[in-house]
């Protein structure tokens, strides 16, 4: 008799499977980084693809991560916010053409106010047990991104902070 080779299991597209991905804004990923991952979920790359560069059009030629919750060939396109995204999505500079741009210097300045709601949309991701730690947290990315913070160097906002000159509220 011929050996019998186990099937394997049939692919439940009813099941929701949660990708993330990497994505440059307002681009359609290219075929090469999604196929691999929703080809075996029978969906499109093109259609995703384009899905993606929709959802993340207000962050045309940043560095994004976006959630595909994909269930019956469906995905679902969600954007997962990181600091920087944020923080520079604050700034709200010009679009750039990356082709003639290279290195980008965030120059601009954002209110600490602005901060402070960054904090808060990325409370539940931070590792600090009060809100003052996590706009410690998004102050050190707008110092990595290179702004200024209601006109002063973060780093030292971020000392004002912890010297109690400036409040930061508990929630």
Known sequence: GHPTFAMPPK???SQ??????RVKGGEVPGGSSLAPKIGPLGMSPKK???????ATKAWKGMNVTVKLICQNRQAKVELVPTASSLVVKALKEPERDRKKVKHVKHSGNI???EIIDIARQMRDKSMAKELKGTVK???GTAFSVGCTVNG?????LQEDIDNGEVPIPDK
């Not at 995703?48 to 929709?54: H, L, Q, S």
């Not at 002063?152 to 030292?156: A, L």
């Open 11 to 13: 692919f439940d597209a």
């Open 16 to 21: 929701v499977i949660e990708v993330s991905i």
């Open 48 to 54: 995703v693809g384009d899905d993606i560069a929709k």
């Open 111 to 113: 209110a600490l106010d």
């Open 137 to 139: 947290e998004i102050l």
């Open 152 to 156: 002063k160097s973060p780093k030292d």
